[in-house]
Nanobody, 130 residues
Framework: DVQLQASGGGLVQAGGSLRLSCAAS????????IGWFRQAPGKEREGVSC????????YYSDSVKGRFTISRYNAKNTVYLQMNSLKPDDTAVYYC???????????????????????WGKGTLVTVSS
């Protein structure tokens, strides 16, 4: 079975950092793009970042660009999301997901990571205090 497990969440003060991990199994990891998404109470699910399978291209939503960094270590079937300069608005349950390619919409200078990826794992809670 396809398994995706996000971990690394916790409580952090505004301005602090966390690194999330997404551990994958049950599919050919190297062939899949991995995305990070989040959902806060009362808000729609939001695409955060994505990393491609082929050339390692990375994408970020405008709300996290410059603060978050996505990377992958294929030998460990793991994708990371380094989150710096955290804000209270970053508080959410964070999920990782997999698909054949990153679902990116770019209009002008704006970027959206769309939510229609095929495989989803359980999330990890990130709480940023003010």
């Amino acid at each position: 079975d396809v398994q995706l497990q996000a971990s690394g969440g916790g409580l952090v003060q505004a301005g602090g950092s966390l690194r999330l991990s997404c551990a994958a199994s049950g599919f050919t990891f190297d062939d899949y793009a991995i995305g990070w998404f989040r959902q806060a109470p009362g808000k729609e699910r939001e695409g955060v970042s994505c990393i491609s399978s082929t050339d390692g291209s990375t994408y970020y939503s405008d709300s996290v660009k410059g603060r978050f960094t996505i990377s992958r270590y294929n030998a460990k079937n793991t994708v990371y999301l380094q989150m710096n300069s955290l804000k209270p608005d970053d508080t959410a349950v964070y999920y990782c997901a997999a698909d054949t390619r990153c679902p990116i919409l770019t209009i002008g200078t704006q970027t959206w990571v769309l939510s229609g990826m095929d495989y989803w794992g359980k999330g990890t809670l990130v709480t940023v205090s003010s």
